[in-house]
């Protein structure tokens, strides 16, 4: 072996060691940020930088990494394999999380920053997530709200009335055979249709709809599986995301969903012609937030608490619910200000979420439900060691067989996530040139007023 060759491979290792030892020497000036996919405006990473280096002097660099589900997410902080710094799991993910002590509490003093967390979230989101069972701990402690909303119906107003809408009877309808859309979420499934199931006993008072959140008892994941199983036959798809596209090309008249989506899906229906309406339907649902925590295994706590306060400042969580569709944790003025005067909607009492004066308020009852919606809404929780059953009931339910119907319609969607995924890029780029133009109407209309 030559000399020059030797020096050649040499070198060519020390190229590949290299990377790696920068990222270690230089890890304390990344940050890791862990997110679900499409759920934060992106252009706010790099301001985030700036705005740190601004407020404390140090240099951070922001590297961003999505996950599609929960169970993606806590199954890699679970093994201690990722040092993510800041992660944004679901309320009953929070929940086992503390219970397996992998999160860190989130330090409020920033010194001459603001603590925008303690002065913007909700006092509504505050309230839930003190509901939140932090096995001994107050999840507010470890937590901070970021986006919530409802699981309802979506569905077309040409072949669905809003009555039809209004019960989750509608997914079992033969009417709407080979047009009902659900979500893959055996959570977010399993609560409503047990809700629904379990009527009689909660008009009774024999039990609450809170209790019947902690119920993981045999009888009821049989009742909600024997249950799912007739209402398969009428259902096109199990979805996670196609959803609402399918919803918003008219392919799918009923549609089991998050409001967020049925946000996304309602604007993008109503440019096609399509037009797309939501309800939390009456027998009751559930109402879910997401927050931001700091694992156990973070490398860069304080630049993970500084992003997290970074996200509380209203004029961010304006920029993010513009983008993403769903609803921040974050009130106060500038954002009532923003939600308000769409003479589009007529007026919702959102005095639960911003306090007095906002009983008559015109803003989109999909993203802020009236009072009386989120009065008949509960919160999901974790079931621990138990979580087994209600995963295992869910495949039961999806795989007992699949109609030609629905492996043709799934076969139209894989073509159209094909398409989605071309035209994504320029939704979301539409979408942030949109959120831009509205910021400025707003900012002009404010000035106008002033």
């Given at each position: 072996m030559s000399i020059r060759y030797s020096i050649r491979r040499f070198l060519a290792a020390a190229a590949l060691l290299l990377p790696a030892l920068s990222c270690t020497r230089d890890r304390d000036s990344l940050l890791k940020i862990y997110n679900w996919g499409d759920y934060i405006?992106?252009?706010?990473?790099?301001?985030?930088?700036?705005?740190?280096?601004?407020?404390?002097?140090?240099?951070?660099?922001?590297?961003?990494?999505?996950?599609?589900?929960?169970?993606?997410?806590?199954?890699?902080i679970e093994r201690g394999r990722e040092d993510f710094d800041v992660v944004c799991p679901s309320d009953y993910i929070i929940e086992r999380m503390l219970r397996?002590?992998?999160?860190?509490?989130?330090?409020?003093?920033?010194?001459?920053?603001?603590?925008?967390?303690?002065?913007?979230?909700?006092?509504?989101i505050s309230d839930w997530f003190s509901r939140i069972?932090?096995?001994?701990?107050?999840?507010?402690?470890?937590?901070?709200?970021?986006?919530?909303?409802?699981?309802?119906?979506?569905?077309?107003?040409?072949?669905v009335t809003e009555e039809e809408a209004s019960t989750w009877a509608v997914i079992c309808n033969p009417k709407f055979s080979?047009?009902?859309?659900?979500?893959?979420?055996?959570?977010?499934?399993?609560a409503p249709m047990l809700i629904y199931l379990r009527q009689d006993e909660i008009k009774s008072g024999r039990v609450t709809m809170d209790e019947l959140m902690t119920d993981s008892s045999d009888s009821s994941l049989a009742d909600v599986e024997r249950h799912m199983k007739e209402v398969k036959k009428y259902i096109a798809g199990w979805e996670a995301d196609f959803g609402k596209e399918l919803m918003s090309q008219g392919a799918g008249y009923v549609n089991l969903t998050w409001s967020g989506d049925a946000v996304w899906a309602m604007e993008e229906g109503r440019n096609a012609g399509v037009e797309l309406d939501y309800r939390v339907p009456a027998e009751g649902s559930a109402i879910w937030f997401d927050g931001w925590v700091i694992p156990r295994y973070a490398r860069n706590v304080k630049a993970a608490r500084y992003?997290?306060?970074?996200?509380?400042?209203?004029?961010?969580?304006?920029?993010?619910?513009?983008?993403?569709?769903y609803v921040s944790a974050v009130c106060g003025k500038e954002i009532l200000d923003h939600i308000a005067d769409n003479d589009r909607y007529g007026p919702v009492d959102l005095t639960y979420f911003f306090g007095e004066g906002a009983d008559s308020v015109c803003a989109n009852p999909v993203q802020y439900p009236d009072r009386s919606a989120v009065a008949r809404c509960v919160l999901e929780h974790d079931w621990?060691?138990?979580?087994p059953k209600l995963t295992e009931m869910w495949s039961r339910v999806k795989g007992d067989g699949i109609s030609v119907w629905t492996?043709?319609?799934?076969?139209?969607?894989?073509?159209?996530?094909v398409a989605a995924t071309v035209v994504k890029s320029v939704h979301r780029r539409r979408r942030r040139l949109g959120a831009g133009r509205r910021l400025s109407k707003r900012r002009n209309k404010l000035n106008t007023r002033i």
């Open positions: 405006d992106e252009s706010l990473l790099p301001e985030f930088e700036s705005w740190y280096e601004s407020q404390t002097g140090e240099k951070v660099k922001t590297v961003y990494q999505t996950f599609d589900i929960n169970e993606t997410m806590l199954s890699k397996s002590d992998l999160l860190l509490p989130i330090d409020r003093d920033f010194g001459d920053t603001p603590d925008w967390i303690s002065s913007n979230i909700s006092p509504f069972d932090g096995h001994g701990k107050d999840a507010r402690d470890y937590a901070a709200g970021y986006m919530w909303g409802t699981t309802g119906i979506l569905y077309n107003t040409r072949y080979g047009k009902i859309f659900v979500k893959d979420a055996a959570r977010d499934v399993f992003f997290i306060d970074f996200m509380c400042k209203p004029e961010n969580a304006i920029r993010n619910m513009e983008v993403i569709g621990g060691d138990d979580t492996a043709a319609i799934l076969s139209c969607v894989a073509a159209a996530l």
